[in-house]
């Protein structure tokens, strides 16, 4: 059974504080995806790796970054947490054709307080 | 660049009436289609796809979608829904590639009531 997991169901921050969103695949997936899901706004698509150390830039980059040093492990970091990056944070994983189906994590709602 | 649109943000119906969850796109290129499901408390899980062929799309649970290029449409049907497909239902839309990602439509809450 396929699976993408992340590291918290739920996660409460401070503002200013530096963040990790933690996220395994153990399907071998080449393509790695993180988006953001708000109410009225569906997913939008933060950043995007398609392979190890490789990354790139989403619809709404600013005030994170990611890092991949290897195939099955994506993380999302937020530099300096702020309140309007209180929200569901999904990750998912694909084989290298986009065509192919997105695998999703359960995501993490975090809040910034 | 390529746009979806889901206009009903919340549709309420009927154990076992049928349903219609409208989603149009915009794109001046080749597309292909998708309806991704959440269901409470869980990340999203692919419904069905269109990539070509057929434009009628059918998924395991009942569920289809039909693919109309000159409305610029695929909206997802049910004629006869459960309690248990109360769920979110996303349109995405992506013009493929190696790098192209999925652009996703806002939403459908699809509320089913006893």
């Known amino acids: 059974d396929v699976k993408v997991t992340q590291s918290s169901r739920y996660l409460v921050k401070r503002t200013g504080e530096k963040v990790f969103l933690e996220c395994v695949q153990d399907m071998d997936h080449e393509n790695m995806f993180w988006y953001r899901q708000d109410p009225g706004l569906g997913l939008r698509l933060i950043y995007f790796s398609y392979d190890v150390k490789m990354k790139e830039k989403g619809d709404i980059p600013e005030g994170y970054s990611v890092s991949r040093e290897k195939k099955e492990r994506f993380s999302l970091i937020l530099e300096s947490a702020s309140t309007n990056q209180t929200s569901m944070y999904l990750c998912a994983s694909s084989l290298v054709d986009l065509l192919n189906e997105q695998f999703f994590g359960p995501g993490t709602r975090l809040t910034v307080l | 660049a390529q746009s979806v649109t889901q206009l009903d943000s919340q549709v309420p119906v009927f154990e076992e009436a049928p349903v219609e969850l409208r989603c149009n796109y915009s794109?001046?290129?080749?597309?292909?289609l998708f309806w991704y499901v959440q269901y409470p408390n869980q990340g999203l899980q692919l419904l069905l796809k269109y990539l070509s062929g057929s434009t009628l799309v059918e998924s395991i649970n009942g569920f289809e979608a039909e693919f109309n290029k000159s409305q610029t449409s695929f909206h997802l049907r049910k004629p006869s829904v459960h309690i248990s497909d109360t769920a979110e239902y996303f349109c995405a839309v992506t013009k493929g590639g190696a790098t192209n990602k999925l652009i996703f439509g806002t939403g459908t809450l699809l509320a089913v009531q006893p």
């Open positions: 794109s001046s290129v080749s597309v292909y």
